[in-house]
């Protein structure tokens, strides 16, 4: 048990001074009184004391004084002056002390003025540390602060702490939870609290922290005592605490001095908050600034653009108004009949460039205002330039330039809006052409890699002087505007071109030596959606990274799957994926499969394809497997080359969910047996490799085309073919040639092939071309031309009208009649552009009408059961399509993670 | 007889066409510039009585080139009307301060163009130039 209590401080030495002076006086002074009262009878009746009394009854008896008592008196006068002369001293040094304190506490609150001033919340409590060191007298003080909205109270401050524990500190955050545990109602003194050494209590000091504060003795301050003072706010938060140790008069602390520094606290809470305050707002000032700043700027644009503007409008305005004023302003004079003409074509064309100019504002301003909707679909730059160039041909002619396309590369598509991509490839063609003078040549090139797709437009032209070449895409840079309106320009196209370009992801640049012709690029990226992977391939070869890509998407898009990966054998036996769909970059750059070990290394081992339709019924897939795929349901087939083995092609996360079954892997077998074709086709040449990728861009185009309707044109060919008689391989041939039937149509516009409007003669031409022109396009993926056949004769009749061949009855293909059911019913079913859709017993009355003569009557009878068995099939895969199978809700939840 | 010799500067060359079919109907003859740099020259070689100039121009625009017309010995009486699709109060006074004589904005009637060139010339008659 402690003696005493912390907060009521010993006796200081002066105070046991003063009062043992002011007890020897007081005794004094009443023996004196007495003595004055009744001088003899102390004398008499103190006689047992000898010495004093003697004395006094000497000074007291005698009436003529005697020398001894004069002696006596004398002295005691004496003894009474030097105990005032004592008692003034004491009293004087009180009155000294007092002013001391009135001028530490006049100290005190200065220092507290000081700390609700400082609105930097470091300094503000650095300075209150040293505040405290040096008025309160504690050698040592550590502030710890909370964050707001924090559990963590970080040591920010401090007084008295050698660098080295301050960084000890400071890595070492105090838990608001753990500091509220140590706020034990026995050790709280006034609002502060005094945890003493001799307390059984376990405070987590850091490691490595001890402070060394000498011996102790009764009273002393302990190196292990602590006295924490918690600050808390209005709302009873607590914002931060002081920890005060080594007090330099080694004592625990007066309740005085702990009155004090729980003073500080409540005005360093203030200050606290003050400064944070200040601080947000500070934030707040600079960000309103910069918004200020900002909007400035923009509206310096926007101002100098409408000054720009109307100057651009008034000058058309001008001519016109010059020319009517004229006309008009004639009056009996005569005109002579070429200037009248004259006139009224400067009132056309500067009509005309007027609408030019408001055109392109609103252009402009649709893209600032970020109204601008790009309707992004897979565009074939290879085409798009295409259709350029003959829309452009006309004024290079008029203009004697010549104008050329060349295509560098196989892949030339790019998820795109196509009309602002056609928009910018006609500006930059058409302002070549302006630009170039007769006799020179405009030359459109595409290249690119698997990322990107890049436009030049190259002249021969005038050039742009290089001080020019960073402003030209600025709106309303002229280089000469005399020049810009000669040409017909508004001074914004290349503003507009700059727009279309950013809001695709991509960008633009010139480059010009004058004299000699500029060069545009515009640089495109290729697809938003999931990007095919390709490994490079060691010797660079890009045509063949193209095939490989291309090929990827095909076995995507026939197989309906998210996920594709293309695996091939290391020299060791290992397999490492080439190419993938749908997985991450990481994924195709790290994974191996050993020669034997899963599902791909079976089939690479085995040659035999595998299908999964849930590997949760085999349990060999690994959990970590279905965290990569979507699903559970996949296909891995070989690739076989003429020698050996190419690869395994593993297909998984069909779309819808269905699980993969036996005819799936047929139809992959198809597919891979045409990759493995067009691969070695490839390896062979890099020409042989862009005349395949050219073929499977087609191929590819195609497919993404007709993605709605391929589903159930596939599985209709298969169970027909099936009824037919066919066998699986077959069927599965017969359905892929349905899934590309008609890749001899892609030259031909979308309007062709939706069937709207009536056909030019050329058109017609192409609509009765497009068999042959498929079947050979399809040469380079064909060893035995099987699907070839098939697509070359699906237009014949059975009676021998149809086209290309006029052949007839069983000299058709069995695939091709199916195939030219199936077609027919689709486009009756299904509906064109100008047909609606009939009914599916309207369109069965038609195909029992054309029976015999456009239908293998055989087939047209089977129709009906084929028909049903693929619906029942489709069925199915709505069925398979609910969550129950994992598949669907896995996925929905991997995409809402993202 | 022509009532005088006015050069017209622009780089709009419809402009240019008009003004110089509208004010030969008046009676002037017309010499035509595209650019700062022609009309300098022209306005030294041809000396007309009046120049129409206008302000955006390329390379050398209307006001460089009429601080330097009314800075030559040989061009700075000629009287100069600012032509410019800007309408502004500063612009104008720009245009003054370059030394300019008139200044009309576009869109103008040609009618009132030739107005203020009959004004002008009216009242810079070479006898009050050489009073």
Same mark, same amino acid.
């Given at each position: 048990m402690k003696k005493r209590k912390a907060g009521i401080a010993p006796p200081s030495d002066a105070e046991v001074r003063l009062r043992s002076e002011l007890d020897r006086t007081r005794r004094d002074n009443s023996r004196m009184k007495r003595e004055a009262a009744d001088p003899v009878r102390p004398r008499r009746s103190d006689s047992d004391v000898p010495g004093t009394n003697g004395q006094a009854q000497a000074a007291s008896e005698g009436t003529a004084a005697a020398p001894g008592e004069l002696e006596g008196l004398r002295a005691q006068v004496e003894e009474l002056s030097t105990t005032r002369q004592r008692l003034s001293k004491l009293y004087f040094s009180q009155v000294e002390e007092n002013r001391k304190r009135a001028g530490k506490l006049h100290q005190i609150l200065e220092n507290i003025c000081q700390i609700n001033s400082h609105l930097d919340l470091d300094d503000l409590l650095q300075g209150l540390c040293e505040t405290i060191t040096t008025?309160?007298?504690?050698?040592v003080v550590l502030i710890r602060l909370r964050?707001?909205?924090?559990s963590r109270l970080h040591a920010c401050a401090f007084s008295g702490i050698t660098p080295a524990a301050r960084v000890l500190l400071q890595s070492q955050d105090v838990k608001l939870e753990e500091f509220l545990s140590w706020l034990r109602e026995d050790f709280k003194v006034g609002r502060s609290y005094f945890i003493s050494h001799s307390h059984s209590f376990n405070r987590t000091l850091p490691t490595g922290y001890t402070p060394d504060l000498g011996t102790r003795e009764e009273w002393e301050w302990h190196k292990d005592d602590v006295l924490l003072v918690p600050l808390f706010n209005r709302s009873g938060e607590l914002v931060a605490y002081f920890s005060v140790d080594d007090p330099i008069d080694r004592l625990v602390p007066s309740s005085e001095t702990m009155e004090l520094l729980e003073i500080f606290g409540n005005h360093a809470v203030v200050a606290i908050e003050n400064a944070r305050l200040y601080r947000q707002l500070e934030q707040h000032t600079r960000e309103l600034e910069e918004a200020g700043t900002r909007m400035q700027e923009l509206h310096a644009l926007k101002s100098n653009f409408v000054s720009t503007v109307s100057h651009e409008l008034r000058t058309p305005l001008t001519a016109i108004k010059a020319c009517v004023d004229t006309l008009l302003a004639a009056g009996d004079r005569e005109v002579p009949r070429d200037r009248q003409q004259h006139f009224l074509t400067i009132i056309r064309d500067e009509n005309q460039r007027l609408a030019r100019l408001i055109e392109s504002v609103l252009d402009l301003n649709r893209f600032d205002s970020g109204a601008v909707k790009l309707v992004r679909q897979a565009v074939d730059m290879a085409e798009l330039l295409g259709e350029s160039e003959r829309l452009l041909a006309p004024v290079a002619i008029t203009g004697q330039v010549n104008l050329k396309v060349v295509t560098?590369?196989?892949?030339? =598509? @790019?998820?795109?809006?196509r009309d602002q991509l056609r928009q910018l490839v006609l500006h930059l063609g058409s302002n070549a052409i302006k630009f170039t003078p007769a006799g020179g040549s405009v030359l459109l090139r595409l290249r690119g890699d698997s990322r990107e797709v890049t436009l030049q437009v190259e002249d021969t032209g005038i050039g742009i002087p290089e001080q020019a070449l960073e402003k030209?895409?600025? =709106?309303?840079?002229? @280089?000469?505007s005399s020049l810009v309106r000669r040409y017909g320009g508004t001074g914004l196209g290349l503003a507009i071109c700059k727009s279309i370009v950013e809001w695709h992801g991509g960008r633009v640049s010139a480059e010009s030596t004058p004299g000699l012709g500029s060069r545009f690029t515009v640089v495109l990226p290729? =697809?938003?959606? !999931?990007p095919v992977v390709v490994r490079s391939l060691p010797h660079g070869e890009s045509a063949t990274e193209d095939l490989l890509r291309l090929a990827i998407e095909m076995v995507s898009e026939v197989m309906n799957a998210r996920v594709v990966s293309l695996l091939t054998p290391e020299p060791d036996g290992a397999l490492r994926i080439q190419a993938a769909v749908g997985l991450d970059e990481t994924v195709v750059r790290d994974t191996r499969v050993a020669p034997g070990f899963g599902v791909a290394g079976r089939v690479a081992s085995e040659r035999r394809p595998l299908c999964v339709a849930h590997a949760g019924e085999n349990?060999?897939? !690994?959990a970590s497997r279905r965290e990569t795929y979507f699903s559970d349901t996949y296909l891995s087939v070989p690739l076989e080359g003429s020698q050996g083995l190419l690869g395994v092609l593993n297909v998984t996360d069909p779309e819808g969910g269905r699980p993969f079954e036996a005819e799936d892997c047929h139809l992959l077998l198809q597919v891979a047996a045409r990759v493995a074709v067009a691969w070695q086709q490839a390896s062979r040449s890099s020409d042989g490799a862009s005349e395949v990728a050219a073929t499977l861009r087609q191929v590819v185009r195609h497919l993404e085309r007709a993605r709605r309707s391929a589903p159930d044109r596939v599985n209709l060919a298969r169970a027909l073919a099936r009824e037919a008689g066919l066998d699986e391989a077959e069927a599965a041939l017969v359905s892929f040639a349905a899934s590309i039937?008609? @890749?001899?149509?892609?030259?031909?516009?979308e309007s062709v092939i939706e069937g709207v409007g009536r056909l030019s003669d050329v058109e017609r031409q192409a609509v009765l071309d497009h068999p042959e022109v498929g079947a050979d396009l399809l040469e380079p993926l064909e060893t035995l031309g099987a699907v070839q056949d098939v697509i070359l004769a699906h237009h014949e009749w059975w009676d021998g009208?149809?086209? !290309?061949?006029q052949l007839s009855g069983e000299a058709i293909p069995i695939g091709s009649r199916v195939l030219a059911l199936v077609d027919a019913w689709e486009s009756m079913v299904v509906g064109r552009a100008h047909k609606p859709a009939r009914s599916r017993d309207e369109a069965l009355g038609e195909l029992i009408r054309l029976s015999g003569r456009q239908f293998d009557p055989a087939l047209v009878q089977m129709f009906a059961s084929a028909l049903a068995a693929s619906e029942r099939h489709n069925a199915s895969a709505v069925r398979g399509a609910m969550p129950d199978k994992g598949a669907a809700g896995e996925r929905a939840m991997h995409d809402s993670g993202r | 007889m022509a009532k005088g010799k006015i050069l017209v500067v622009d780089d709009e060359i419809y402009i240019v066409h008009i003004l110089d079919f509208s004010l030969g109907m008046e009676g002037y003859e017309v010499l035509t510039a595209l650019d700062g740099e022609q009309a300098l020259e022209k306005a030294r070689s041809?000396? %007309?009585?009046?120049i129409v100039l206008d302000?955006?121009? %390329?390379?050398?625009d209307g006001y460089e080139t009429c601080k330097m017309l009314k800075s030559d010995e040989a061009t700075r009486t000629i009287p100069v009307i600012l032509l410019s699709a800007k309408g502004r109060n500063v612009d104008q006074k720009i245009g003054f301060e370059v030394g300019a004589d008139d200044y009309i904005t576009k869109p103008f009637s040609p009618r009132k163009l030739v107005e203020r060139i009959n004004a002008l010339l009216g009242q810079s008659s070479p006898q009050r130039l050489q009073a």
């Open positions: 008025t309160l007298g504690f050698g964050e707001p909205g924090t560098e590369l196989a892949d030339t =598509r @790019v998820d795109a809006d030209i895409f600025e =709106r309303f840079y002229q @280089v000469d290729r =697809r938003n959606g !999931p349990g060999d897939q !690994p039937h008609d @890749v001899g149509m892609n030259k031909l516009g009208t149809g086209y !290309p061949r | 041809e000396h %007309p009585d009046l302000i955006m121009m %390329p390379k050398l």
